[in-house]
């Protein structure tokens, strides 16, 4: 797929990844793991615009769109960025602009933009694994305005780190019908919010969150509550496009490393790139990362397509090749470099880690295969 980035993007590009050049070294990243992410480079990115870029300049953002996020999410996946940008900016965003009200924006976005205020969208329930209406969480109204919450939320993503929660509760209904679902701002210290942090296999954080008798005002409601499930769909749709963008900015990186390697490796008195048969690996990696990069770009141009049908193909389509593109360079990548590879001290095994890590987010490979099968078209 032929794309041509307007100036501006190439822009927000450079700036980008002449920053996380300067900031984000591997070494530089494991100091970074001791406290999960770095406030200071969260700061730069405020600096920078890039967490006020997707919403509305009326409400205090920049106007950027899905593009802009897609070149931002590959620069972060190229050094293994650990800061809550797709919790905070990406997720919770997505959720804001769809279901926000302009009041709730208005007050919202500029402390978003400006670094102050994090957020973390807690939709996914241990019951629920990949079923979108799967909702056991509850919200029942109090007597005089406002509601009541309780339940509890599994693997939010930096949940440990936000200010403030979005979160999805039944207010009607079933736990798993379609409707009656609403999405409702959290203050995170509020009375009956309980949290437990904790590391992903990548390194990434998450948080089981619960909700007991956790009081919500009314004003607090995003959107209509009981009609939230299409939100919920669109974010987790912007947020398939992200990790797209972001695993095929770590496949670039573990091809530059496994080239290197080869260059550099010599066995049998001469370096192993010179075996042909691994030179047809590489070259196979190399095709893989470009399919997976024309994927990542369709998932980010589908975001806006208002026809549901075509978005959601797109979108599963995109998260498949993507999953399957990240798996083959990333498992060729550890083989190549042999034992090395699989040892802390050496970068392309986390890259490794962080690619699984996305092909199960938002849904595996194979759910997204089921989906896809079943579709009439």
């Known amino acids: 797929m032929d794309f041509d980035f307007t ?127 799967d909702v056991a969480t509850t919200a029942k109204p109090k007597p005089g305005g406002g509601w009541l919450l309780d339940g509890a939320k599994s693997v939010v993503s930096h949940g440990d780190a936000a200010h403030k929660l979005i979160v999805s509760a039944r207010v009607s209904g079933e736990r798993d019908d379609p409707d009656g679902i609403g999405l409702f701002l959290v203050d995170a210290a509020a009375g009956g919010v309980a949290r437990r942090g904790y590391a992903l296999r990548d390194g990434t954080r998450a948080a089981e969150i619960a909700l007991s008798g956790v009081e919500v005002a009314a004003g607090d409601a995003l959107g209509e509550p009981g009609a939230a499930l299409p939100v919920i769909e669109r974010v987790v749709e912007a947020g398939i496009a992200a990790t797209a963008a972001e695993a095929v900015g770590a496949m670039e990186t573990m091809q530059a490393l496994t080239l290197e390697y080869m260059k550099t490796r010599v066995q049998f008195g001469k370096p192993i790139g010179e075996n042909q048969a691994l030179q047809h690996r590489a070259t196979e990696m190399f095709m893989s990362l470009e399919q997976g990069r024309s994927l990542a770009i369709l998932a980010a141009i589908t975001l806006d397509e208002e026809d549901a049908a075509e978005r959601t193909h797109n979108i599963a389509l995109a998260k498949v090749g993507v999953g399957q593109a990240a798996r083959f360079v990333s498992q060729n990548a550890v083989q190549l470099h042999g034992g090395i590879g699989m040892t802390e001290e050496y970068a392309v095994g986390h890259y490794f880690r962080r690619c699984m890590v996305i092909e199960h987010t938002f849904g595996d490979t194979a759910h997204h295969l089921s989906r896809l099968a079943g579709e009439v078209r």
């Open 7 to 133: 100036d501006e993007q190439r822009l927000l590009k450079e700036s980008v990844e002449r920053l996380l050049a300067d900031r984000y070294g591997f070494d530089k990243r494991r100091t970074y793991l001791a406290d999960g992410w770095s406030q200071a480079l969260w700061g730069q990115y405020a600096e920078l615009g890039l967490l006020g870029l997707p919403f509305a300049e009326e409400h205090g953002g920049f106007g950027g769109g899905a593009i802009d996020i897609m070149l931002i999410m590959e620069a972060f996946g190229r050094v293994l960025a650990l800061e809550p940008y797709l919790a905070s900016v990406v997720l919770s965003g997505t959720a804001l602009r769809l279901a926000g009200s302009d009041a709730q924006q208005a007050a919202l976005v500029p402390q978003i933009a400006d670094g102050s205020l994090r957020l973390a969208f807690a939709h996914g329930e241990r019951q629920a694994r990949y079923d979108l209406p």
